[in-house]
């Protein structure tokens, strides 16, 4: 099977060096090192391809939440068609999915 079935696309701040680092060991056991970067203690990641570990990435960053850490974490499969987003703000992490249909229903009237 190839091709693009998901996309992930993440920001965090400030983000710690240690969850930085179990991030990355993390990414680095899947052979995703590369979709990780880091400016300061602001994390992104960006990716797009068949598999994508978001429930391990999202249970790692709420092992780590502390008062300050803002962001947010989407996954969307485009198999399945669905958007997760995993917010974190307030020393909480939140899930939400909602279908793409809905997303993009939702830009199209904010023109």
Same mark, same amino acid.
């Given at each position: ?5 998901? $996309? =992930?696309? =993440?920001?965090?701040? %400030?983000?710690?060096? !240690?969850?930085? #680092? ?7 056991? *899947? ?8 400016? @300061? ?6 990716? #797009?391809?068949?598999?994508? %570990? =978001?429930? #391990?990435?999202?249970? +790692? ?6 008062? $300050?850490? #803002? @962001? /947010?974490?989407?996954?969307?499969? +485009?198999?399945? *068609?669905?958007?997760?987003?995993? &917010?974190?703000? &307030? ?6 999915? !909602? ?8 830009? =199209?009237?904010? /023109?």
């Amino acid at each position: 099977m190839s091709g693009i079935l998901v $996309k =992930a696309y =993440a920001s965090f701040q %400030p983000v710690s060096d !240690v969850l930085y #680092e179990s991030l990355r060991q993390l990414l680095v056991d *899947w052979h995703l090192e590369q979709v990780l970067s880091r400016q @300061g203690d602001h994390l992104r990641i960006s990716h #797009e391809g068949v598999y994508f %570990p =978001a429930v #391990e990435v999202a249970r +790692l960053i709420n092992d780590f939440l502390d008062d $300050k850490i #803002e @962001g /947010k974490l989407d996954y969307i499969d +485009l198999e399945n *068609w669905h958007l997760h987003r995993y &917010s974190v703000s &307030s020393r909480k992490l939140v899930y939400r999915k !909602v279908s793409l249909d809905i997303v993009l229903d939702s830009c =199209a009237h904010s /023109k």
